[in-house]
């Protein structure tokens, strides 16, 4: 019997494992993907628990409220127009339009499923109408508002649409999250449904597009990571390098003579980024890519963001040399590149993104206070103190001067990503950037649709943040 | 401390009786509960009575008669009050009737269970037995053939006179009796050609959840008796083959794969079922909503395949991961009990119960929480459906029925031993006929 015995234990174990398995699995996805699942526009109980449930207050970081209930248990957002079109993405609509808004993708706590059981035993033997959390935002509404009117004076185009993002790059924290065009969360017009523009996506996570120029920054540091030294190496840039038989052309067609590393990212020199792609190979650059998170799945515990790509197939040497300067199949959110320039000012910590700054039951009970946490290590100390003084040197005197603010010194890149959008080619305009001062640690991505270059007309949106944050901000 | 001191101390502590008094409280409370929600309800008043008296009937009184797990049957006890439960509690909502029906199955349950514990204590010669079961079930599994009805693309029911049957709850029952029977026996073939008849029929019905658990079973039984890996190995490449066979033959199939992906795909039709589930536990949280709150109604067929979530839903999903930890329990008490067992039948037996419990238990929870592709099968004890829970009880009196066979020889050994007839000794009772 005794080998009968031991097959038995054997068959025991694997089950018990199975069985094991299944229950790990389920508490794994309950916490990673649970506000996931239950902020679905499709959550019918989410529905109906409004009814049950009075929703609780949205408030930001200055205590403006941005959304309350009323007495019918309607969602109600700010008096003023403007002030609540420019949040709109970030809270939502009652419509459920905007995918992952805090109305929803907070539900948990805003519909008080996340009370205790003396709070709900409580509410039950007052006989009063149960209250879900305050939640209160890190964002700064204001903020939200100047750049939403930045982008009115600043983009001439007629169909104006791009995305913003603020983020204090010491704690994570987003101060302000834009997408345009807003639109009324109060009065959604058949115009808005019908604009090509979409208005109800949320460009700042959800759109995923090339990151042109900016991604200079990961290949910069690639560089200095791998190639030794790689700053004293001189390049040549003709204009045009050939790789296979296609050819590499800089902005405006731009000849830069000879140039160091230095140089070549201050002036934004796409041979010379191409010659370095080549140089790294694809898996020594991949690998910093994805050290800055590209090709990660992005599980942030407060918000929702697309995953960024680094392609993986199909990479030829005209695809790789492409890739140094952003182009080639790869695509990031705005907010990830906020990410991205936020690291290097981090001295190559990157942060995780948090929407929630204190989340308050109505008994007064504080049920979560904001946490900061390191997301991951993108580049050593030392990189990104060469990549910080790459970028400082390219406000100061290179693509990036129109984002300058008297008495900040500001660090940034610009980037102009070649994309076809319906068929037409167009060249959408970035900037990214952080203000080089612990007073101020503040990083910035700003991206314009269809806006050709970078410093014309991303660049002065960011300095009308800066200049913001200079004028309102306390000293940290 | 003497050996016999503390025996007797163990005895006035009854560890059994403090277990099971705590959950026929948690029941009866339980039912109060929903009772007087709203306004009274004469049926929750009821169930809380009959629940904790049928659980008193299963685990404190039966045992009187001859030895049993009482463990186990605790356990198993609990998990079906909890189906009846969750269900009635459900029922408030959807003006359904399904608590009160499934308090019944659980009582036919329990005198099945019985039956079972006594044709496996008292009888000892099998052989034209099997025989007989064996054709029985093979006739009741191809009945839905003759005149079955489909329900969820599956043609595996039959409906005679308004009561509906599913056979393949029932076959299982004999489908683990005579495979054991014949693998203690070590007679190949038949046990082969039982096995293959059994499968292809369900193949043939397409109730390929069902299949999976058979085939599945059948073939942990084969490896546990011979420990023949290469066969075994064969036969999981075999059961793959198929699993793609039956992908590109069958929609369904192809279907639930592609679901289970991504439910979010196909959200108005095919991945409803499962987001909806996934929604349900996710708003239970770690502790739930509360016991008769929640929308749990609103996942379709809430009652049977998805009442993990509702469980999740209501109590959270800690509770559960001690449902499945109870499960855990269970098929460590089938091994043990599979372990004493002095007869290679009986030790295989217990051993295919616990296979067969363990496997349906995985495949339905993980299919719950996107572990693995849903199949309709039914979560045992718990979920909605009187051939189900009526089956898994037969299962349990299967196990307790070799349990008190095992206590039974233990009892005898230590007669024996304790006997001093000098010069000569009683035979063990090890035998293995």
Same mark, same amino acid.
């Given at each position: 019997?005794?080998?009968?015995?031991?097959?038995?234990?054997?068959?025991?174990?694997?089950?018990?494992?199975?069985?094991?398995?299944?229950?790990? %699995?389920?508490?794994?996805?309950?916490?990673?993907?649970?506000?996931?699942?239950?902020?679905?526009?499709?959550?019918?109980? %989410?529905?109906?628990?409004?009814?049950?449930?009075?929703?609780?207050?949205?408030?930001?970081?200055?205590?403006?409220?941005?959304?309350?209930?009323?007495?019918?248990?309607?969602?109600?957002?700010?008096?003023?127009?403007?002030?609540?079109?420019?949040?709109?993405?970030?809270?939502?609509?009652?419509?459920?339009?905007?995918?992952?808004?805090?109305?929803?993708?907070?539900?948990?706590?805003?519909?008080?499923?996340?009370?205790?059981?003396?709070?709900?035993?409580?509410?039950?033997?007052?006989? +009063?109408?149960?209250?879900?959390?305050?939640?209160?935002?890190?964002?700064?509404?204001?903020?939200?508002?100047?750049?939403?009117?930045?982008?009115?004076?600043?983009?001439?185009?007629?169909?104006?649409?791009?995305?913003?993002?603020?983020?204090? %790059?010491?704690?994570?924290?987003?101060?302000?999250?834009?997408?345009?065009?807003?639109?009324?969360?109060?009065?959604?017009?058949?115009?808005?449904?019908?604009?090509?523009?979409?208005?109800?996506?949320?460009?700042?996570?959800?759109?995923?597009?090339?990151?042109?120029?900016?991604?200079?920054?990961?290949?910069?540091?690639?560089?200095?990571?791998?190639?030794?030294?790689?700053? +004293?190496?001189?390049?040549?840039?003709?204009?045009?390098?050939?790789?296979?038989?296609?050819?590499?052309?800089?902005?405006?067609?731009?000849?830069?003579?000879?140039?160091?590393?230095?140089?070549?990212?201050?002036?934004?020199?796409?041979?010379?980024?191409?010659?370095?792609?080549?140089?790294?190979?694809?898996?020594?650059?991949?690998?910093?890519?994805?050290?800055?998170?590209?090709?990660?799945?992005?599980?942030?515990?407060?918000?929702?963001?697309?995953?960024?790509?680094?392609?993986?197939?199909?990479?030829?040497?005209?695809?790789?040399?492409?890739?140094?300067?952003?182009?080639?199949?790869?695509?990031?959110?705005?907010?990830?590149?906020?990410?991205?320039?936020?690291?290097?000012?981090?001295?190559?910590?990157?942060? +995780?993104?948090?929407?929630?700054?204190?989340?308050?039951?109505?008994?007064?009970?504080?049920?979560?206070?904001?946490?900061?946490?390191?997301?991951?290590?993108?580049?050593?100390?030392?990189?990104?103190?060469?990549?910080?003084?790459?970028?400082?040197?390219?406000?100061?005197?290179?693509?990036?001067?129109?984002?300058?603010?008297?008495?900040?010194?500001?660090?940034?890149?610009?980037?102009?990503?070649?994309?076809?959008?319906?068929?037409?080619?167009?060249?959408?305009?970035?900037?990214?950037?952080?203000?080089?001062?612990?007073?101020?640690?503040?990083?910035?991505?700003?991206?314009?649709?269809?806006?050709?270059?970078?410093?014309?007309?991303?660049?002065?949106?960011?300095?009308?943040?800066?200049?913001?944050?200079?004028?309102?901000?306390?000293?940290? | 401390?003497?050996?016999?001191?503390?025996?007797?101390?163990?005895?006035?502590?009854?560890?059994?009786?403090?277990?099971?008094?705590?959950?026929?409280?948690?029941?009866?409370?339980?039912?109060?509960?929903? $009772?007087?929600?709203?306004?009274?309800?004469?049926?929750?008043?009821?169930?809380?009575?009959?629940?904790?008296?049928?659980?008193?009937?299963?685990?404190?009184? #039966?045992?009187?008669?001859?030895?049993?797990?009482?463990?186990?049957?605790?356990?198993?006890?609990?998990?079906?009050?909890?189906?009846?439960?969750?269900?009635?509690?459900?029922?408030?909502?959807?003006?359904?009737?399904?608590?009160?029906?499934?308090?019944?199955?659980?009582?036919?349950?329990?005198?099945? *269970?019985?039956?079972?514990?006594?044709?496996?204590?008292?009888?000892?010669?099998?052989?034209?037995?099997?025989?007989?079961?064996?054709?029985?079930? &093979?006739?009741?599994?191809?009945?839905?053939?003759?005149?079955?009805?489909?329900?969820?693309?599956?043609?595996?029911?039959?409906?005679?006179?308004?009561?509906?049957?599913?056979?393949?709850?029932?076959?299982? &029952?004999?489908?683990?009796?005579?495979?054991?029977?014949? *693998?203690?026996?070590?007679?190949?073939?038949?046990? #082969?050609?039982?096995?293959?008849?059994?499968?292809?029929?369900?193949?043939?019905?397409?109730?390929?959840?069902?299949?999976?658990?058979?085939?599945?079973?059948?073939?942990?039984?084969?490896?546990?008796?011979?420990?023949?890996?290469?066969?075994?190995? $064969?036969?999981?490449?075999?059961?793959?083959?198929?699993?793609?066979?039956?992908?590109?033959?069958?929609?369904?199939?192809?279907?639930?794969?592609?679901?289970?992906?991504?439910?979010? *795909?196909?959200? /108005?039709?095919?991945?409803?079922?499962?987001?909806?589930?996934?929604?349900?536990?996710?708003?239970?949280?770690?502790?739930?909503?509360?016991?008769?709150?929640?929308?749990?109604?609103?996942?379709?067929?809430?009652?049977?395949?998805?009442?993990?979530?509702?469980?999740?839903?209501?109590?959270?999903?800690?509770?559960?991961?001690?449902?499945?930890?109870?499960?855990?329990?269970?098929?460590?008490?089938?091994?043990?009990?599979?372990?004493?067992?002095?007869?290679?039948?009986?030790?295989?037996?217990?051993?295919?119960?616990?296979?067969?419990?363990?496997?349906?238990?995985?495949?339905?929870?993980?299919?719950?929480?996107?572990?693995?592709?849903?199949?309709?099968?039914?979560?045992?004890?718990?979920?909605?459906?009187?051939?189900?829970?009526?089956?898994?009880?037969?299962?349990?009196?299967?196990?307790?029925?070799?349990?008190?066979?095992?206590?039974?020889?233990?009892?005898?050994?230590? /007669?024996?031993?304790?006997?001093?007839?000098?010069?000569?000794?009683?035979?063990?009772?090890?035998?293995?006929?």
């Amino acid at each position: 019997m005794k080998p009968l015995h031991n097959r038995f234990r054997l068959v025991t174990l694997l089950l018990i494992g199975l069985l094991l398995l299944a229950g790990l %699995y389920g508490v794994y996805s309950v916490t990673v993907y649970g506000n996931r699942w239950i902020s679905s526009s499709r959550n019918l109980r %989410y529905r109906e628990a409004k009814n049950e449930v009075i929703a609780g207050d949205i408030i930001d970081r200055n205590g403006v409220v941005l959304a309350t209930t009323d007495e019918d248990g309607g969602r109600v957002y700010q008096e003023d127009q403007e002030a609540r079109e420019a949040v709109v993405h970030v809270i939502g609509d009652r419509d459920g339009n905007v995918a992952n808004g805090v109305d929803s993708f907070q539900a948990g706590y805003l519909l008080g499923f996340e009370a205790t059981l003396p709070e709900r035993i409580l509410a039950l033997l007052q006989g +009063e109408q149960r209250r879900g959390d305050n939640v209160t935002l890190t964002v700064d509404s204001m903020l939200n508002t100047v750049i939403v009117r930045a982008f009115n004076t600043h983009v001439r185009t007629q169909e104006k649409s791009g995305a913003a993002v603020v983020l204090n %790059y010491k704690t994570g924290e987003l101060i302000s999250l834009v997408s345009i065009p807003v639109f009324d969360p109060v009065n959604i017009t058949d115009a808005v449904k019908e604009d090509t523009r979409h208005p109800f996506w949320n460009r700042a996570v959800q759109s995923t597009l090339p990151p042109g120029s900016t991604f200079k920054i990961i290949t910069a540091s690639s560089a200095l990571e791998n190639l030794e030294d790689i700053e +004293e190496r001189e390049f040549t840039c003709t204009g045009a390098t050939e790789v296979m038989g296609t050819i590499i052309r800089d902005y405006g067609n731009a000849q830069h003579g000879k140039l160091k590393l230095p140089k070549a990212f201050r002036v934004s020199c796409n041979n010379t980024f191409a010659q370095l792609a080549l140089m790294l190979g694809d898996t020594a650059l991949r690998t910093t890519a994805e050290s800055f998170g590209f090709n990660e799945n992005f599980l942030f515990r407060d918000i929702v963001v697309e995953n960024s790509v680094y392609p993986t197939e199909n990479r030829t040497l005209v695809e790789i040399a492409w890739s140094g300067d952003g182009q080639s199949q790869i695509a990031a959110t705005p907010l990830h590149m906020c990410m991205v320039a936020a690291a290097i000012a981090n001295e190559g910590v990157m942060m +995780e993104p948090r929407l929630l700054y204190r989340v308050e039951s109505s008994g007064g009970l504080v049920r979560l206070r904001l946490t900061p946490r390191e997301y991951r290590r993108a580049v050593s100390v030392d990189v990104a103190a060469t990549i910080k003084s790459y970028m400082l040197d390219t406000v100061a005197r290179g693509t990036a001067t129109a984002a300058q603010v008297d008495g900040l010194s500001i660090a940034g890149k610009t980037g102009s990503a070649e994309s076809s959008l319906d068929g037409r080619d167009v060249t959408h305009a970035w900037f990214v950037g952080f203000i080089d001062d612990s007073r101020y640690p503040y990083a910035v991505c700003v991206f314009v649709e269809e806006g050709s270059s970078g410093g014309g007309a991303a660049a002065p949106i960011a300095q009308a943040i800066f200049r913001y944050i200079q004028a309102y901000f306390p000293f940290q | 401390m003497s050996r016999s001191s503390r025996f007797r101390r163990s005895l006035q502590s009854r560890p059994d009786r403090k277990l099971v008094s705590a959950i026929m409280l948690f029941f009866f409370s339980a039912f109060l509960l929903i $009772a007087f929600k709203g306004e009274l309800h004469w049926q929750g008043f009821t169930l809380a009575a009959v629940v904790p008296a049928l659980i008193y009937i299963a685990t404190m009184w #039966l045992p009187r008669f001859f030895p049993a797990d009482k463990l186990l049957l605790s356990v198993a006890n609990f998990l079906c009050a909890l189906g009846v439960l969750v269900l009635y509690s459900t029922d408030l909502v959807k003006g359904t009737n399904y608590g009160m029906q499934q308090a019944v199955y659980y009582g036919a349950g329990i005198l099945v *269970m019985l039956v079972c514990i006594l044709l496996v204590r008292y009888i000892r010669y099998w052989r034209v037995f099997i025989y007989i079961i064996a054709v029985c079930a &093979l006739g009741l599994i191809a009945l839905p053939l003759v005149f079955g009805t489909e329900v969820y693309g599956a043609t595996n029911w039959i409906i005679v006179s308004g009561i509906s049957l599913q056979p393949s709850e029932v076959v299982k &029952l004999a489908l683990l009796l005579v495979l054991s029977y014949y *693998m203690s026996r070590r007679r190949f073939w038949p046990w #082969l050609i039982f096995a293959v008849i059994c499968m292809g029929v369900l193949m043939f019905q397409r109730d390929l959840g069902t299949a999976l658990i058979y085939y599945a079973t059948a073939l942990f039984l084969y490896y546990a008796s011979t420990g023949n890996l290469w066969i075994t190995g $064969a036969g999981i490449l075999g059961g793959a083959a198929s699993a793609v066979y039956g992908y590109y033959q069958f929609a369904h199939v192809k279907r639930r794969i592609a679901v289970w992906l991504n439910p979010w *795909m196909d959200f /108005e039709n095919t991945g409803y079922q499962i987001a909806q589930m996934l929604m349900a536990i996710a708003s239970g949280g770690l502790f739930g909503v509360g016991l008769g709150l929640g929308f749990p109604t609103i996942i379709p067929v809430y009652h049977t395949d998805a009442i993990f979530a509702v469980i999740c839903e209501q109590f959270g999903i800690i509770f559960g991961v001690l449902i499945l930890i109870m499960y855990a329990i269970l098929i460590l008490r089938g091994a043990f009990i599979a372990r004493n067992a002095r007869r290679s039948f009986h030790g295989l037996l217990a051993m295919g119960v616990t296979v067969m419990l363990a496997l349906q238990t995985f495949v339905i929870i993980g299919g719950v929480l996107k572990l693995i592709p849903l199949t309709g099968v039914t979560m045992p004890f718990v979920s909605y459906g009187g051939t189900s829970l009526v089956s898994c009880m037969g299962l349990i009196g299967l196990l307790q029925g070799v349990a008190s066979v095992n206590q039974d020889d233990l009892t005898y050994d230590y /007669e024996v031993s304790h006997s001093r007839v000098d010069g000569e000794s009683l035979p063990f009772a090890s035998l293995d006929e």
